[in-house]
T-cell receptor
């Protein structure tokens, strides 16, 4: 199993540009979580999906952030326009949910995308 | 939402020493998982342990859900154990919320 795959691994962009981060969950997993990690705020849950449906996006910091999961194999997190304060490591995680509860088994993380907005 | 507190925030050990890391949470949980973030930033699964006790080599974990805490034990620590240890919990809405972590440094 290839694990959770995130791309790109590193992204450097200029303020005001659109940024798209990508995540491929583990095959067969039906829950997907997006996190942002910074020194100041730690690991923050941004949004999570269950069976491709967004369950809770209350962690998305601003309207500049949006996330989609068009199918079970792919999710994107988009920032438009990007700002320097969006610089962080963004993680995606997936798990297999068998009880309709988003997270009820072991979750696995991707290697993260380090975003730098200059 | 559920509040997660980890202690101690920082821990420095000599190689070979034992340690106990604690995770307290403010409400009943359905899920709990321990992770190790290595110096390269990777989040490594240690235990999925919403209740009970598990062991894996030098590491073990215990969750007492009724008393709202979990413990991670590291025995005979090695320099490769260095990094940040996170506890993540999920309540009734089954999201996954992280504590601030315990930064462990093991000196040779």
């Amino acid at each position: 199993d290839a694990g959770v795959i995130q791309s790109p691994r590193h992204e450097v962009t200029e303020m005001g540009q659109e940024v798209t981060l990508r995540c491929k969950p583990i095959s067969g997993h039906n829950s997907l979580f997006w996190y942002r990690q910074t020194m100041m705020r730690g690991l923050e849950l941004l949004i999570y999906f269950n069976n491709n449906v967004p369950i809770d996006d209350s962690g998305m910091p601003e309207d500049r952030f949006s996330a989609k999961m068009p199918n079970a194999s792919f999710s994107t997190l988009k920032i438009q326009p990007s700002e320097p304060r969006d610089s962080a490591v963004y993680f995606c995680a997936s798990s297999l949910d068998s009880l309709g509860q988003a997270w009820d088994t072991e979750a696995f993380f991707g290697q993260g995308t380090r975003l730098t907005v200059v | 939402g559920i509040q997660v507190e980890q202690s101690p925030p920082d821990l420095i050990l000599q190689e070979g020493a034992n340690s106990t890391l604690r995770c307290n949470f403010s409400d009943s949980v359905n899920n709990l998982q321990w992770f190790h973030q290595n110096p390269w930033g990777q989040l490594i699964n240690l235990f999925y342990i919403p209740s009970g006790t598990k062991q894996n080599g030098r590491l073990s974990a215990t969750t007492v859900a009724t008393e709202r805490y979990s413990l991670l034990y590291i025995s005979s620590s090695q320099t490769t154990d260095s990094g940040v240890y996170f506890c993540a919990v999920g309540g009734n809405n089954n999201d996954m919320r992280f504590g601030a972590g315990t930064r462990l440094t093991v000196k040779p």
